[in-house]
């Protein structure tokens, strides 16, 4: 990077932060951010560093060279370190702000700082934080009869995350079989997942976790499961069997897979062939669950209702949660030191659950996320549809998927360094949107125009490998 070659004066750049960004036509530009905190952008083609931005720079350049150091190896993360947030914007260490499609992986519906979040936060944080689960605790049952109140379920058991979730309706399953079937000398045990499936890296969930590569350098996972193609009816009729069969596992649409939602017909078929084989029927709304279709629940629009459903990423605001949603059938199979945890349902994060399942479950709320979805597919179709690379604009409400021909990575890492963050999806090869649910209509456009600018890095990329 070459020195200050610019007119601003130098006492003007100390006040600020700089953030040098692509623009559309990708010249280089800047972000001045003054100090009073109103952001003008300014197109200088040039290429600038202040003494404040490289020291600050040198902050992000700290820190993942001590993450490299000692963090154990799992991801690979972008190269950005974020530090605040505040509704649909993230800021990096440097002042950097981002465009946050996001959240966190589906799980700040609320955004960041949400102040019903912060305030239930603090006032629970000095009350009670934990207790375990040898005693009651108020905030826990009551999440539990909201939870109840609003879905198809009787009871509740809380974990801390989703693939927690997934072990326990596992464990509830085949306690479950057992229980229904006490005379069987071996009661059904066996799963049926689906390609593209992701239940968890648990070694339960990852069982049924479709991507070879997350299962087979840990091998042996939990033996039994059966995968099967997402939304072929006859697969399934050729494998559930009764007295073999426990349960089958399904996303009704799915996250980590590529955005893929299931059809009605799939989901009535699954219902009634659990039914005759005696299996129940798992829904794991981890990711597409609590509002993000824009129903409360995702299979509510589809009208089909499961024996067992496990939640987590949105329900705690940020903050780590997981529930396993039963019918008084499956309870009924349950005792006592059949299932626990030291930490789940603690007072802290169900207080901060019952605020965020309170806003969340408004109907204006719901609605909301509807029209902002429709209007964000829309628009992407109207600047992205018959684009070279882009196959398929697909999802519901704020969980979207648009299908490439090519990896989505270097799409991925343009937008973040034009100040947007999205995800990927599928094999790669999928961009996805899961922003907060209280984005603004506004910050959807921003998305689409920033998205569209960078689309050309695709023919970049393809053309040079
Ligand atoms: C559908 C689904 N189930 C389960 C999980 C696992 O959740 P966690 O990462 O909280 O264990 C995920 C995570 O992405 C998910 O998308």
Same mark, same amino acid.
């Given at each position: 990077m070459s020195s200050t070659r610019i007119s601003l004066n130098q006492s003007t750049l100390n006040m600020c932060y700089i953030r040098r960004q692509f623009l559309p036509d990708r010249e280089r530009s800047l972000n001045v951010k003054i100090s009073s905190g109103r952001v003008t952008r300014a197109s200088l083609n040039v290429e600038v560093e202040s003494p404040v931005e490289k020291a600050a720079s040198n902050k992000s350049k700290e820190?993942?060279?001590?993450?490299?150091?000692?963090?154990?190896?799992?991801?690979?993360?972008?190269?950005?370190?974020?530090?605040?947030?505040?509704?649909?914007?993230?800021?990096?260490?440097?002042?950097?702000e981002y465009l946050d499609m996001t959240s966190g992986i589906a799980v700040n519906s609320l955004g960041h700082s949400d102040p019903d979040v912060v305030k239930a936060v603090i006032d629970q944080a000095n009350t009670l934080v934990h207790v375990s689960n040898v005693y009651y605790s108020v905030p826990q049952i009551e999440l539990a009869r909201r939870l109840v109140e609003s879905s198809f379920a009787d009871r509740v058991f809380f974990s801390n995350s989703g693939t927690e979730a997934n072990e326990a309706a596992i464990k509830f399953a085949r306690k479950f079989q057992r229980h229904s079937n006490p005379n069987e000398k071996e009661p059904a045990t066996e799963f049926i997942a689906f390609t593209n499936s992701f239940h968890g890296r648990t070694m339960g969930a990852v069982a049924l976790t479709?991507?070879?590569?997350?299962?087979?350098?840990?091998?042996?996972? *939990? /033996?039994?499961?059966?995968?099967?193609?997402?939304?072929?009816?006859?697969?399934?009729?050729?494998?559930?069997?009764? +007295?073999? =069969?426990?349960?089958?596992?399904?996303?009704?649409?799915?996250?980590?897979?590529?955005?893929?939602?299931?059809?009605k017909e799939f989901l009535q078929f699954l219902r009634s062939a659990c039914d005759d084989a005696g299996a129940l029927l798992v829904f794991d709304e981890v990711q597409c669950g609590l509002g993000r279709t824009g129903c409360l629940w995702a299979h509510e629009a589809?009208?089909?209702?499961?024996?067992?459903?496990?939640?987590?990423?949105?329900?705690?605001?940020? *903050? /780590?949660?997981?529930a396993v949603l039963v019918t008084e059938r499956v309870s009924s199979a349950i005792?006592?030191?059949?299932? +626990?945890? =030291?930490?789940?349902?603690g007072p802290l994060v169900c207080q901060v659950a019952l605020a965020t399942l309170h806003k969340i479950s408004n109907p204006n709320f719901l609605s909301s996320v509807t029209k902002k979805g429709e209007g964000f597919k829309r628009k992407l179709a109207e600047k992205l549809g018959g684009k070279p690379h882009v196959k398929e604009i697909r999802g519901l409400g704020l969980i979207i998927g648009i299908e490439l021909d090519v990896s989505a990575s270097p799409l991925v890492d343009a937008c973040r360094e034009s100040g947007l963050l999205v995800l990927t999806a599928g094999k790669g090869n999928v961009v996805r949107f899961v922003p907060p649910l209280i984005v603004s209509e506004q910050e959807l456009d921003q998305a689409v125009e920033i998205l569209t600018s960078c689309l050309p890095i695709l023919d970049e990329s393809s053309s040079s490998n």
């Open positions: 820190a993942m060279e001590a993450a490299a150091k000692f963090l154990v190896g799992t991801y690979a993360r972008a190269p950005i370190v974020l530090s605040s947030g505040k509704g649909s914007k993230l800021y990096d260490l440097e002042g950097r479709s991507k070879e590569q997350y299962r087979s350098p840990f091998e042996p996972v *939990m /033996p039994g499961v059966t995968f099967v193609e997402y939304g072929n009816i006859q697969a399934v009729k050729e494998v559930i069997r009764k +007295g073999k =069969t426990a349960a089958v596992f399904v996303e009704p649409i799915q996250g980590e897979g590529g955005i893929r939602s299931a059809t589809y009208g089909v209702f499961p024996d067992i459903m496990t939640l987590a990423k949105p329900l705690a605001g940020g *903050m /780590p949660i997981g005792n006592y030191g059949d299932h +626990g945890s =030291t930490f789940a349902g």
